[in-house]
């Protein structure tokens, strides 16, 4: 049933992969809205043929497709700013999805503002976490807008439905029954759920990975990968300087080889709901640990504890889908004036799945050798603990007092 009558939609843009939601979608539309239906296909780095996407959606009853290069947009934009803040959403998840959804949602309402539509669609399920990342910067950026959500209106119920609605309207997709995942891919991952994944709550099988080698079949010899930062940002790959989409896709390939990247994840959706998901971040992986080495080297200890509070709640934000807010901003902001310092270099040592720390070192260093030593140097005076310990201790002092007091007291109405 519709949400709209047929005549308040003329134009729609969808948010297109040529996948098998989106590729029922467009004859959907048609059927049930009778509009006009653009394709916009943002490119986040999924190594898609997106000559044969726009064949696709063509094909598939799209009146116009723009394809849109969002790489150097997401890496600088979205993915550093997360580095920057240490996301990693409930422990594990480095929010690859996450965090390429606003920049699809954005480009896709640049298009309709353009277009001159009157609405926005995407193929995200009612369960999951994307219908809100990509609805919350609809309503951020153009709330004008209206949205169509297909999986909340339509009769179809599963991928098994999906899959035989496409092939009734002879749609071409990339999945069989055979092979059921739900994969997203991008610069930063590539995400593996449904199909054997929701019933199968251990190691997820082999098949499902596709980045990254298994750490039986990786090198049985440690590799080393070293990564330069400025202010915070990632900038070199072994000594030489890089664009960021290449930085990342050359990690990529690194961390991949020696099966690095790996997680397995049962995780709490938005909405309420645990999903099982498997995913593979290769290079983030290694920028993480190389950032995180880093600032441990470059940030005062009030600073770091401090912000490790904030990354709880930049990955909520982020997981959540409110990327566009004032207090993500806000954050930002905080984040920054911490990076200022946060450059130099860190080597890592590569085997088998497991990452290790080499080497690390920054012109802007708070370790001081002459103070960090067992060596008593002249730089830090001894007797200067005393005082600063019975400082710290003065609470300590005053309960344990107190608490002797009660101990020696006679107990109220007991006769001597």
């Excluded at 009558?5 to 009778?34: C, H």
């Excluded at 954005?106 to 995200?124: E, I, T, Y």
């Excluded at 999986?151 to 071409?172: F, M, N, T, V």
């Excluded at 080597?347 to 060596?375: A, K, N, Q």
């Amino acid at each position: 049933m519709s949400t709209f009558s047929p005549n308040q939609i003329k134009r729609v843009v969808l948010a297109y992969s040529g996948g098998l939601d989106t590729s029922i979608i467009i004859p959907w539309l048609r059927e049930n809205y009778g509009c006009e239906v653009i394709a916009m296909v943002g490119n986040v780095g999924q190594g898609d043929d997106y000559s044969a996407v726009r064949r696709k959606a063509l094909a598939s009853g799209a009146s116009k497709v723009f394809v849109e290069d969002l790489r150097e947009e997401f890496v600088t934009g979205y993915l550093w700013k997360a580095v920057k803040a240490g996301t990693v959403y409930e422990g594990k998840y480095l929010l690859g999805t996450s965090l390429a959804r606003p920049v699809l949602a954005k480009a896709q309402v640049r298009v309709a503002l353009a277009q001159g539509a009157d609405a926005v669609a995407h193929g995200c399920t009612g369960k999951g976490n994307d219908q809100v990342r990509f609805e919350l910067t609809y309503k951020a950026l153009a709330p004008h807008l209206r949205v169509i959500a297909p999986w909340r209106e339509w009769s179809i119920k599963s991928r098994e439905d999906a899959l035989a609605y496409a092939q009734k309207h002879g749609i071409p997709v990339p999945v069989t029954k055979k092979s059921l995942y739900s994969r997203d891919q991008n610069l930063w991952h590539l995400s593996h759920e449904g199909g054997p994944l929701e019933t199968k709550l251990g190691e997820p099988p082999e098949d499902a990975w596709k980045l990254t080698l298994s750490a039986a079949k990786a090198p049985n010899k440690e590799g080393a990968v070293s990564i330069g930062f400025e202010a915070g940002a990632p900038v070199s790959v072994n000594g030489r300087r890089m664009g960021p989409v290449k930085l990342v896709e050359t990690l990529n390939q690194i961390g991949g080889r020696y099966g690095v990247g790996r997680t397995d994840l049962v995780e709490n959706r938005l909405v309420g709901i645990k999903s099982h998901g498997a995913y593979e971040t290769p290079g983030g992986t290694l920028i993480y640990a190389a950032h995180h080495e880093l600032e441990a080297l470059c940030l005062d200890r009030e600073t770091l504890h401090y912000k490790q509070q904030i990354a709880l709640r930049y990955a909520e934000l982020v997981y959540y889908g409110q990327w566009f807010t004032p207090l993500r901003e806000a954050l930002d902001s905080f984040v920054e004036s911490t990076q200022r310092n946060v450059t130099g270099k860190v080597t890592l040592g590569l085997y088998r799945g497991h990452v290790r720390v080499l080497d690390r070192e920054s012109p802007f260093s708070l370790y001081d050798t002459s103070i960090g030593s067992f060596v008593m140097g002249a730089d830090y005076d001894q007797k200067d603990a005393a005082g600063f310990i019975n400082i710290l201790g003065l609470p300590l002092r005053l309960e344990a007092a107190l608490r002797k007091r009660r101990e020696s007291a006679p107990a109220r109405g007991k006769k001597k």
